[in-house]
């Protein structure tokens, strides 16, 4: 079964920390993303990566940063953690084929508080 | 620009009632159209999707939806709500580059 993994379901940090939220997914799939997901907001794109050391800017990059060093695995960074990125966080990777209209898989998301 | 719009934060319904969650898109060209569920403390599951092949998706769970290029809609039904179908639900769309647009979400609630 395809799998993509998170590696904390709960994480509580100090404003001010480094944050890592870390991701890999075993179905040799291209495309990887991040969102956070708050209540009435939906899921918001933070950043993507289509290809190893690739990665794009979403629609709310700031305060944020990201790592992809190999195909499998997918880094989120909080470089100085703030109270406003408490929130649940959703890694997904997709396979780039448009005729399957590329469905995303999800992980089962690390909620994040930060005090 | 793209966007997905949900009719509805939230939906009540009876156990054995029909579940309509509705579903509506904007964009400039026919987009691959996607249903997930949410179930509490989880990530989104793909429930279907439509991928032009047919207008009748049927899904997981007994869900079903429709596509409707005239109203711009894919709205997701089920004849028969159960106890377990009580979740979030995400209508998405993707017109074939690498984001997907997600809808705000409905949130199904199944009264005994």
């Known amino acids: 079964d395809v799998k993509v993994t998170q590696s904390s379901r709960y994480l509580v940090k100090r404003t001010g920390e480094k944050v890592f939220l870390e991701c890999v997914q075993d179905m040799d799939h291209e495309n990887m993303f991040w969102y956070r997901q708050d209540p009435g907001l939906g899921l918001r794109l933070i950043y993507f990566?289509?290809?190893?050391?690739?990665?794009e800017k979403g629609d709310i990059p700031e305060g944020y940063s990201v790592s992809r060093e190999k195909k499998e695995r997918f880094s989120l960074i909080l470089e100085s953690a703030s109270t406003n990125q408490t929130s649940m966080y959703l890694c997904a990777s997709s396979s780039p084929n448009r005729e399957q209209g590329q469905p995303q898989h999800f992980g089962d998301g690390t909620r994040l508080s930060i005090l | 620009a793209q966007s997905v719009t949900q009719l509805g934060s939230h939906v009540s319904v009876s156990e054995g009632a029909l579940v309509l969650l509705r579903c509506n898109y904007s964009s400039s060209v026919p987009p691959y159209l996607f249903w997930y569920v949410q179930y509490p403390n989880q990530g989104l599951q793909l429930l279907l999707k439509y991928t032009s092949a047919a207008t009748l998706v049927k899904g997981i769970n007994g869900f079903e939806a429709e596509f409707k290029k005239s109203e711009t809609s894919f709205h997701l039904t089920k004849p028969s709500a159960h106890m377990s179908d009580a979740a979030e639900y995400f209508c998405?769309?993707?017109?074939?580059?690498?984001?997907?647009?997600f809808g705000a979400g409905t949130r199904l609630f199944v009264k005994a």
């Open positions: 990566s289509y290809d190893v050391k690739m990665k």
């Open positions: 998405a769309a993707n017109t074939g580059g690498f984001k997907t647009i």
